[in-house]
């Protein structure tokens, strides 16, 4: 796996400004890319084809775990 091009320090370690970004404007496009972009049986993608987890795996899976940490109660 490659890491993603920059990093942001947050509460959960180091997360691309994707994804932070994903998580602000989009969170269900996040959590779409982190269900679509799962492992087949040979360890590649089933969408991309590239090495499990795939970029956009990584991005969308920190998205979602960013706009959990983030979003305000009765939001
Ligand atoms: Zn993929």
Known sequence: MQPPPTGVPTALGTVSELALLLAELHPTAAARLACDHV????????????VWPCTLHVIGRDAVAHARTTRLPGR
């Open 39 to 50: 492992a087949d049986t040979s360890g590649r993608c089933r969408l991309c084809r590239s």
